[in-house]
């Protein structure tokens, strides 16, 4: 006999389970359904974000930041290091371990909230006046019904035509996770977030890395001047960075890959790598939820179309996530998941789409919320412009850390800030304050007028409000 929910959400990545918690803190009887399992065949709730994404890669960036600051740093602090090595076995086990603890807790945060999990493929079967009726395939194969569905079933890394993930030469996020040991040249296809990091990772142990990015410009969606900034840094740590390229035909031998393509100037090139991490988008996971059953309509991508609300077309039906429109970022998922359970108790969930902060976690760290200066230009907004280099920072000097600066934009008759721009160290925690002054619709003269602790980091955010007004204090 079928086992009934108020509420059932298939997927427990970020926006999942989230979802799932927040909906039985209002009371809801929660059923939530994923299928990643663990080398093991357990349980591994977490999505992309835990088990492939976010958490591995910090991990192994942090790993590598610290191989790299004893090889190329320490000394500068009288600190000597004899016989640095890097075992990337260790490395890897790190990662796994961090992933397994958050596995783990997600799972803890189930028992603690009285949901039921089940572990296998949710997919809809048929729906009714009372509801929906479930499936869940697995090793345990079970049927329930529920009043409410909420879709999170995430995301898939993009494969280039003709050219499938073999996860051992041609890699996707999954893959560049767990590479057993350093390429000697690595070739990454895409400069987004993934191919950036994971760029990072390799680089710093030794990898001779290349970067093909098929856009004329560095990171289009960044404001340029940051953008600008971070590609001067990035190559002169060695990043090699090609814009402007087509890529054509990609062979992939037991020995390596290689990969031809025509450079900015036309001219025909080939690249032959140890590795290559395809990094050209992700889509929608939509395949086998069985969407068709009850009438779910998908776009042309594959996404599950949805409202303002993140309500289907299909009454009691919801999607969050990667899988709909917007973002594909774990924090915009978590708020997503959270305004739906309350819109299904009767709530005023909200999420603004103008407020997610975005975060590119290299070194320097990128970071930005809000609207560049070339976005207010097209839109013809008239603003004002501030910005504050890490160089000129106490606290920074003092890290040995001075790349990069942060830039504030605000309106140029009310001073709201519009955006916040920054590319530097720890820039994924600076970039709060912006946050949540924008979201009280501060002025860059608020900021100016707080009092921010010395030495810190954050005083840069504050010195770039008061270049606002042209009068920084310490630059």
Partial sequence: MSQAFDIAVIGAGPGGYVAAIRAAQLGFKVACIDEWSNAAGGAAPGGTCTNVGCIPSKALLQSSEHYEQAAHHFAEHGI??????????????????????????????????????????????SSNDEGFELAVTGK?????????????????????????????????????????????????????????EMGSVWRRLGADVTILEGLPTFLGAVDQHIAKEAHKAFTKQGLKIELGVKVGEIKSTKKNVSIAYTNAKGEAQTLVVDKL??????VPNTTGLNAEAIGIKLDERGAIEVDDKCRTNVAGVWAVGDVVRGP?????AEEEGVAVA??????????DFDLVPWVIYTSPEIAWVGKTEQQLKESGRAFKAGSFPFLANGRARALGDTT???????????????????????????ISEACVAMAFKASSEDIARIC??????????????????KRTLNF
Avoid at 452 to 469: G, I, R, Y
Wanted: proline share 4%; aromatic share 4%.
């Fill in 80 to 125: 000597g290091v004899k016989g640095l090595s890097m075992d990337v076995g260790t490395m890897i086990a790190r990662k796994d371990e961090v992933v397994k603890q958050n596995n783990d807790g997600i799972l803890y945060l189930f028992k603690k909230n009285k949901i039921t999990f089940f572990h296998g493929r949710g997919s809809f079967v």
């Fill in 140 to 196: 345990k194969p079970e049927s329930i019904t529920a009043r409410q569905v909420i879709v999170a079933t995430g995301s898939s890394a993009r494969a280039l035509p003709g050219v499938p993930f073999d996860e051992v030469n041609v890699l996707s996020n999954d893959g560049a996770l767990r590479v057993g040991a350093t390429p000697k040249t690595l070739g990454v296809i895409g400069s987004g977030v993934i191919g950036l």
């Fill in 277 to 282: 991490i395809v990094s050209v988008g992700r």
């Fill in 328 to 332: 594909m970022l774990a924090h915009k």
């Fill in 342 to 351: 309350e819109r299904i108790a009767g709530q005023h969930g909200h999420v």
């Fill in 404 to 430: 990069g600066m942060v830039k504030m934009l605000a309106d140029a008759e009310t001073d709201e800030i519009l955006g916040v721009h920054i590319v530097g160290p720890m820039a994924s925690e600076l």
């Fill in 452 to 469: 921010h602790a010395h030495p810190s980091l954050s005083e840069s955010t504050k010195e770039a409000a008061l270049a606002v007004d």
